[in-house]
């Protein structure tokens, strides 16, 4: 008895040993228990009675067969939690006595209480194998019965024991019953395996053959799943078939597929390992799509065998929560059947695709006709009834002689001959009769109808009406000769074979001088040599090829003149070969047309680029007359504001009686204030204007006079600022930046009486050249301000940077806004771009040159009107050249009542005798900049070569000549504008005599 268990313990060990399976290990540990009474047996007969101890510890581990076999069972399906954990304690309680009892018998009560417990756990886990046998077919059911079967005979058999010597043999006899049914379960006969899975197999079998034969390949195919399932006893099964496209698709038992298409090397992997797979254990290294698989199927255990199919190698897949026992025999058969499966789901392919053969048989126009070889038909389509006029019910079994004009019998009985050799046969004009007589003229073409076996059975006829084709030739003739292209076919060897009328008119050939000739008859005399090659090249891989404007190609005419064309070149096969139809246009029209409308366009370019340079030098000259008059003007308005200056002082406050010509000399000082404004705008559109310029970010010049801006604009105008983070640096003067956009500002909201918008950016934007005449190619800042006003029209754009040009009502504008903008943006190598539409909107768009240098802090500006003069020190002299007298009068009058003593001299001539012949120190030189014969640079030069050392402090309101190219004073050159004020004059003189007496 007990070698039937040693038995089952060492195959399942041997099995185990060859595939690691830890669910083989669980069946091993199981038997081993049993096992070691074989053992026990074996020491006893030839060793004697063990000890006491060894039998204690003997009898313990064949108390512990129940854990090991809910173990086990818990492998195949779920258990309840703790079942497991109170079997393995109740063996522990009653197997502890058994080995503690080494030297005395055991009481029966605790026999019984191990005994009961055996028992009890047995029963269990035979009760959970019945449970799974039910949810089985095939072999892996039966021996799932026999397990369980067999677990519950060795817990009665063991019950039985515990009732001593009396009831021994019965006891054993149990124990060898449950033996003999653990072979059947765990190592049964080949051939019983084989029988009980061939009944399952075969009631598979069964109903696939209940699929309707027409039904998809895929129905055929989930049936198949569904009855795997449900004897394989998995949660899902799979199958990988072969698809056209070189993939493979998944079908399941269900509609939806698990997974989309993989590929062969995925089914290679998933085919590699020969047991189940875990897919969910990293660490295995599982296959990617057994991963997918298991993923979507909500499972964890994969196994996989082949599937041959028509179409090439598939793949079964079984899908396990859980592992699975005895499913080999019933997984190999229905690997087998699977193969049957793809040949009844390709079943309805093949009838599909017959049904479909028919529908274009019966669908087409052509009449097809089927004979046996003796000439009877046997076949008749509609388009045979369309074509001769004949139903098919009185055609088919009739000679097909009915079809023959009279005396056409022998040559068809030759045409037969022809078709029983294995011949195939194409006419183009065969004879054949009508139902009502008429002879009509058809393309036939004859086949032989043959078996699997290679054997002629029959013959296939289609017929076709040329009639429709001869129309269609026509059709093509017609629009042939009405292209209005010259139409050339053209052989591989350039013999010509097509030509139109078209061709005749344009190279002055009839079409019988043309055809069968060379076409290098039309090709010039100097390209002959090069055309065979390019021919060939072309015939090698004739793609179509369109007519397009590039480079024309020259033709040659019958008198040998030559003309240019664009050809376009297509291909077709015809039973001369491939001919190659040639599209030819003139082109000498266009050429001409192209050749006069790129000249026009040149021109017009030459025109806009003349009207540019034109309107920049009447910019430029009203900027060279603006900085003239200005400078004429700053001297008159020094004038006049310095004497106003004088006379209000003289006046004082006291006299009550002269309080109304202080107010009109106040009004004077206005008045010349508000021409000085102008003046400064005149410099500034003439770039004549000395600037304050420094690195600085123009997004902080529109943050600081933004609020000015909107108190200026009105609550009924909308402004926008949007400000690029990222903003170059520039190099300008923050004082005329503000100028810009206060100007523009006032312009837009002008525009905008009833209300708009007014929009502020700013962004980055780097030139390449192309993108504008004006400027240098590099970086820039740009500026843009958009409004939605009244826009301009095109005559007031082209004049608007004019200065004094406005169109503003009279006395509401001076027309120095735009003007002095443009100045601003130009002197500091930027430009200006201006767009308008009448009743949309104008935008001016300001480029900047963007600036690397690090931004230093403007200089303070100590000539404010808040600041007080420097007090003059006794005999302190200042050298003051000026051409203009009265300005000259005004200003030493202002510096002598100051304390200081002055040299007054009207050019520079008189200024260097001065300087000469002066004998005592000349603490400042105060020098006009632009004068007749002598420039104060020059004055300045020569004085101080004189008299080394001496500081000069120049004054002009017209300052070009002392300026660098972006409009600064170079270092160390120190000027006071006019028109000045007396204040601004002697703090100017004082600070600059201080600092050079401090020093």
């Known amino acids: 008895m007990t070698a039937v268990y040693a038995a089952i313990f060492a195959w399942m060990a041997y099995s185990y040993l060859r595939r690691r399976d830890p669910l083989m290990r669980d069946v091993m540990w199981m038997f081993s228990s049993v096992a070691m009474l074989f053992v026990l047996g074996v020491i006893r007969v030839f060793a004697g009675m063990p000890p006491r101890v060894v039998m204690g510890l003997f009898v313990a581990l064949l108390l512990a067969k129940p854990v090991f076999t809910l173990r086990l069972v818990g492998r195949l399906r779920s258990m309840p939690p703790g079942w497991l954990a109170f079997a393995t304690a109740a063996w522990v309680l009653s197997a502890l006595p058994v080995m503690v009892s080494s ?20 029963m269990v886990a035979a009760w959970l194998l019945a449970s799974q046998a039910r949810r089985r077919g095939g072999a892996a059911r039966t021996r799932l019965w026999c397990a369980a079967v067999a677990t519950g005979l060795f817990g009665i058999a063991l019950l039985v024991s515990a009732g001593g010597h009396s009831v021994a043999v019965h006891s054993r006899i149990l124990a060898l019953i449950s033996g003999l049914l653990y072979v059947l379960a765990f190592v049964p006969p080949l051939g019983l395996r084989r029988a009980w899975a061939s009944g399952a197999a075969y009631a598979m079998a069964r109903r696939l053959l209940t699929v309707p034969t027409d039904a998809p390949a895929a129905q055929t195919w989930r049936q198949y799943c569904a009855g795997a399932r449900q004897v394989l006893g998995s949660d899902s099964v799979a199958v990988l078939l072969p698809n056209p496209n070189g993939r493979l698709r998944v079908l399941g038992q269900d509609e939806a597929p698990l997974i989309g298409d993989v590929s062969d090397r995925d089914v290679d992997e998933l085919l590699a390992p020969p047991f189940t797979m875990d897919a969910l254990a990293g660490w295995t290294r599982p296959p990617a799509v057994a991963v997918a698989l298991a993923t979507a199927s909500g499972t964890r255990f994969v196994t996989a065998t082949p599937v041959a199919t028509p179409e090439g190698r598939g793949a079964l897949v079984m899908l396990n929560r859980f592992r699975t026992l005895f499913a080999d025999d019933d997984v190999s058969l229905f690997t087998e059947l699977g193969t049957q499966a793809a040949m009844l789901a390709q079943r309805a392919t093949v009838l599909a695709e017959r049904k479909r053969l028919a529908v274009i048989v019966e669908s087409s126009h052509d009449a097809i006709i089927g004979k046996s070889t003796d000439g009877v038909i046997t076949s008749w389509n509609a388009g045979a009834e369309r074509l001769y006029g004949y139903h098919a019910t009185e055609t088919v079994g009739r000679h097909a002689a009915m079809l023959f004009p009279p005396g056409q019998e022998e040559t068809e ?11 195939r046969i194409d006419l183009d004009h065969v004879p054949r009769r009508r139902k009502g007589g008429e002879i009509i003229t058809v393309a036939l073409t004859l086949s032989p109808i043959t078996d699997p076996d290679g054997h002629i059975t029959g013959v296939a006829s289609i017929s076709r009406d040329v009639s429709e084709r001869q129309r269609a030739e026509s059709m093509f003739q017609g629009l042939l000769e009405a292209a209005p292209d010259a139409m050339l076919g053209v052989l591989a060897d350039g013999t010509i074979t097509l030509t139109n009328a078209q061709t005749e008119r344009l190279f002055g050939y009839a079409r019988d ?115 003239g008059v200005a400078h004429d003007f700053n001297n008159i308005l020094a004038v006049i504001g310095n004497y106003t200056e004088m006379l209000i002082d003289a006046l004082g406050d006291t006299d009550p009686d002269l309080d109304a010509a202080r107010n009109d000399l106040r009004q004077v000082a206005r008045a010349a204030e508000r021409a000085t404004q102008l003046t400064k705008q005149l410099l500034a559109f003439g770039r004549r204007d000395v600037t304050k310029a420094q690195t600085l970010s123009l997004n902080h010049v529109i943050g600081d006079v933004e609020q000015m801006l909107r108190r200026t604009l009105g609550e009924h105008i909308h402004l926008i600022v949007q400000l690029d983070p990222g903003l170059w640096t520039i190099h ?49 800042v740009r500026l843009r301000i958009s409004d939605t006003g009244t826009g301009m029209p095109p005559e007031v754009i ?81 050298l003051m050249v000026e051409d203009e007298d009265a300005l000259r009068q005004i200003a030493g009058r202002i510096l002598t009542r100051a304390g200081y003593q002055v040299l007054s001299a009207d050019g520079g001539e008189q200024a260097i005798h001065l300087a000469q012949t002066h004998p005592g120190p000349i603490d400042l030189l105060l020098t006009d900049v632009i004068m007749p014969k002598m420039m104060g640079h020059e004055v300045a030069a020569r004085v101080t070569a004189i008299r080394p050392g001496t500081p000069v402090l120049y004054m002009s309101g017209y300052a070009e000549p002392v300026l660098t190219d972006n409009g600064t004073l170079p270092d160390g050159v120190v000027m006071i504008e006019k028109p000045f004020t007396r204040r601004d004059l002697l703090h100017r003189v004082g600070e600059i005599v201080h600092q050079h007496a401090v020093r």
């Open 103 to 122: 030297t005395a018998p055991l009481p029966r009560a605790v026999v019984w209480a191990a005994v009961a417990v055996f028992f009890g756990a047995e």
């Open 413 to 423: 009985a030759h045409l037969m001959h022809r078709i029983a050799a294995g011949e």
């Open 513 to 627: 001088e043309l055809l069968g000739r060379n076409v290098d008859l039309l090709v010039p005399e100097r390209m002959r040599a090069q055309h065979p090659a390019q021919r060939a090249h072309y015939f090698a891989d004739p793609r179509p090829r369109p007519l397009r404007g590039g480079d024309a190609l020259t033709a040659r005419r019958k008198d040998g003149s030559e003309f240019p064309v664009e050809i376009s070149l297509s291909s077709l096969e015809s039973d001369q070969g491939i001919i190659v139809s040639a599209a030819i246009r003139d082109v000498t029209e266009r050429l001409i047309a192209q050749a006069e409308r790129e000249r026009l366009i040149a021109q017009a370019e030459r025109d806009a680029a003349e009207r540019r340079a034109q309107h920049t030098r009447r910019l430029e000259s009203l900027g060279q007359l603006a900085g």
């Open 732 to 780: 300008a003067d923050a004082g005329q930046l503000e100028q810009i956009l206060v100007n523009l500002a006032v312009n837009a909201r002008d525009a905008m009486p009833s209300g708009g918008t007014l929009s502020i950016d700013t962004g980055n934007a780097e030139l390449d050249g192309e993108d504008d005449g004006h400027l240098r190619p590099g970086r820039y």
């Open 798 to 878: 082209e004049r608007a940077f004019e200065p004094f040009y406005t169109t503003k009502p009279r006395g509401s504008g001076t027309g120095l806004g735009l003007a002095t903008v443009y100045g601003i943006a130009t002197a500091t190598g930027g430009d200006v771009q201006l767009y308008s539409e009448a009743d949309i909107g104008t935008t001016v768009t300001i480029l900047l040159p963007a600036n690397d240098r690090a931004g230093a802090p403007p200089a303070d500006d100590t000539t404010g009107p808040g600041t007080a003069p420097v007090r003059a020190t006794a005999h302190q002299t200042i």
